[in-house]
Structures are given as structure tokens and as C-alpha cells.
């Protein structure tokens, strides 16, 4: 039962905060780089953030300085803590499970969480 799951998502208004969280199970959590991606409304799969097996993190433009990511092995969890929200960031967002090797800067996803819904709105 190799699975991610979402949580944590809701409706907040702009310049809040929210922090997303993704459990993994069924494998070796720690070997793998996990990635955020996220849907807004009408419009196609954006990559947020990713993380590799050694803790380095990687940031899309539109979300650097306001978005952070984390991981906890012991935990198999990732998180996005979420800062200075705006508008633009409402989307589904999906925890995404890399099977490429972090070394070769390559990013693909063979498991997906079933994602969690941000709204960002007054």
C-alpha cells in the first residue's frame, strides 16, 4: 500500500498563512525526493517546490520568499509552510513522489497524494 496523503489545506485570506502536510507510507520514504505541485482553477499542473533525499530544497519563482519546505524522515512527512498568501496561489495542491535521481537534477513522479484544496480569499 504505497501511498501520499494530503492535508491541511482551507480557506484563508490574503497575506495569511497555511501549512500543508503529506504522509507517506509502503516504502523507503528517506530515499526519495518528494516534490509540491499544485492546479489552480482552469489552468494546468504548476511545480511549486521540491526537496531530495539530502534536504536540499528548490523553489518555483512565484513562491520563493513566501513558501518553505521541509521533510521529516523519522516522521515520513513533507510539509509547505505557507506565508504571504495571495489570490493567485488558490489551487489544489499535490504531494508528488520523485523516482528520478536527485544528483542528475531530473524531476519525474510515478505516486501522487489525492492533493488538498487552498483558497486564498477575502
Known amino acids: 500500500q504505497v501511498q501520499l496523503v494530503e492535508s491541511g489545506g482551507g480557506l484563508v485570506q490574503p497575506g495569511g498563512s497555511l501549512r500543508l502536510s503529506c504522509a507517506a507510507s509502503?516504502?523507503?520514504?528517506?530515499?526519495?525526493?518528494l516534490s509540491w505541485v499544485r492546479q489552480a482553477p482552469g489552468k494546468g499542473l504548476e511545480w511549486v517546490s521540491d526537496i531530495d533525499s539530502r534536504g536540499t530544497v528548490y523553489y518555483a519563482d512565484s513562491v520563493k520568499g513566501r513558501f518553505t519546505m521541509s521533510r521529516d524522515n523519522a516522521e515520513n512527512t513533507v510539509s509547505l509552510q505557507m506565508n504571504s498568501l495571495k489570490p493567485e496561489d488558490t489551487a489544489v495542491y499535490y504531494c508528488?513522489?520523485?523516482?528520478?535521481?536527485?544528483?542528475?537534477?531530473?524531476?519525474?513522479?510515478?505516486?501522487w497524494g489525492q492533493g488538498t484544496r487552498v483558497t486564498v480569499s477575502s
Open positions: 508528488a513522489r520523485d523516482y528520478t535521481m536527485a544528483t542528475m537534477d531530473t524531476r519525474d513522479y510515478d505516486l
Open positions: 509502503g516504502f523507503t520514504f528517506s530515499s526519495y525526493s
